[in-house]
């Protein structure tokens, strides 16, 4: 069946510093793959998505590559910022509804 | 530009008695999808409707209930409610896989229900 895995948080950082959050994916076919972020006591918001293998999503420094050979989605951002804080969603639409990983909180302090 | 509307965004219910909770998808969008949230988990699919027909349908208890009116709007309702059932659900709404599987899912704020 189709899963998402991310890795666990809380992930802490300090403001500038590099950030990785891994993404994994198990699918039938071609699926498309997201992240979403969910700031405190927010909804859900679209961050950046990917509908092709090799195809690269980015907004607002975010960056994450469709990695077919390896079924990786993994979300990067060169220098975060306090305001990052939020928890990031992988999530994978192979048929119509969205199929979430667990979540990874990110924690960034000044 | 439009997004989806939930309402209402905060509500509070005792057990065993009813809660609706009521979505109005991003116009000329002809899915819609119904979600829950626990605390620190992730989304849970509940269901969701294609042109006003259910089309999938997820983890959802035989207490809860959901249709699509002709507006395209539609609504969760949920009875003999649990303690267990408070949780934030999100309603969102997109174009059908049917039309590109990289089409985004668009989500509403999301309804905060407490059941004490």
């Known amino acids: 069946g189709n899963s998402v895995t991310q890795m666990e948080g809380p992930v802490t950082l300090s403001e500038e510093a590099f950030l990785t959050i891994n993404c994994t994916y198990t699918?039938?076919?071609?699926?498309?793959l997201f992240w979403y972020v969910q700031y405190p006591g927010e909804g859900l918001q679209l961050l950046l998505k990917?509908?092709?293998?090799?195809d690269k999503g980015s907004n607002k420094g975010f960056e994450a590559t469709y990695r077919k050979e390896t079924t990786s989605f993994h979300l990067e951002k060169g220098s975060v910022q306090v305001s990052d804080s939020a928890v990031y969603f992988c999530?994978?639409?192979?048929?119509?509804?969205?199929?979430f990983g667990t979540g990874t909180r990110l924690q960034v302090f000044p | 530009a439009a997004g989806v509307i939930q309402s209402p965004r905060h509500l509070i219910k005792e057990k065993r008695e009813t809660a609706t909770l009521k979505c109005y998808p991003i116009?000329?969008?002809?899915?819609v999808y119904w979600y829950q949230q626990g605390p620190g988990q992730d989304p849970q699919f509940l269901i969701s409707?294609?042109?006003?027909?259910?089309?999938d349908k997820g983890s959802i208890p035989d207490r809860f209930s959901a249709q699509q009116f002709s507006d395209y709007h539609s609504e969760l309702n949920m009875s003999s409610l649990e303690l267990g059932d408070s949780a934030l659900y999100f309603c969102?709404?997109?174009?059908?896989?049917?039309?590109?599987?990289?089409?985004?899912?668009?989500f509403g704020e999301g309804s905060w229900l407490t059941v004490v």
């Open positions: 969102a709404s997109s174009l059908s896989v049917g039309q590109g599987a990289g089409n985004t899912i668009y």
């Open positions: 990917a509908t092709k293998a090799d």
């Open positions: 699918a039938t076919g071609y699926p498309s």
């Open positions: 116009p000329r969008h002809d899915t």
């Open positions: 409707f294609y042109e006003k027909m259910q089309s």
């Open positions: 999530a994978l639409r192979n048929t119509d509804k969205l199929i």
